[in-house]
Nanobody, 125 residues
Framework: QVQLVESGGGLVQTGGSLRLSCAAS????????MRWYREAPGKQRELVAT???????HYVDFVKGRFTIHRDNARNTVSLEMSSLKPDDTAVYYC???????????????????WGQGTLVTVSS
């Protein structure tokens, strides 16, 4: 079964740094775009950063200059380096990927949109 597994969340003080990691595993042929989203308490899930298969990155304005997304195509991993963290960055962070994979349901290899389980980042003031 194809899955994304995140790690690296935790508690950090304002101004601190954290590194989130996400690894894709299972029957995967190719991984296309990979993204990080976040969902703060009482708010909708929002996009944070994107990296394409070719390494082109895009950041939403509120993290530009503070967060860096990086992927390793050989290992099907993506990371998010976060610095100068603020209390407003407190959220559950989710990894997302589009890929060709096989979920083992009998449907064979097909285009999949896969989400990780989320990892909590708490920034204290």
């Amino acid at each position: 079964q194809v899955q994304l597994v995140e790690s690296g969340g935790g508690l950090v003080q304002t101004g601190g740094s954290l590194r989130l990691s996400c690894a894709a595993s299972g029957s995967i042929v190719n991984v296309y775009v990979m993204r990080w989203y976040r969902e703060a308490p009482g708010k909708q899930r929002e996009l944070v950063a994107t990296v394409t298969e070719n390494g082109v990155t895009h950041y939403v304005d509120f993290v530009k200059g503070r967060f860096t997304i990086h992927r390793d195509n050989a290992r099907n991993t993506v990371s998010l380096e976060m610095s100068s963290l603020k209390p407003d960055d407190t959220a559950v962070y989710y990894c997302y990927a589009e890929m060709i994979g096989n979920q083992g349901t009998g449907a064979g290899y097909k285009f999949l949109e896969v989400w990780g389980q989320g990892t909590l980042v708490t920034v204290s003031s």
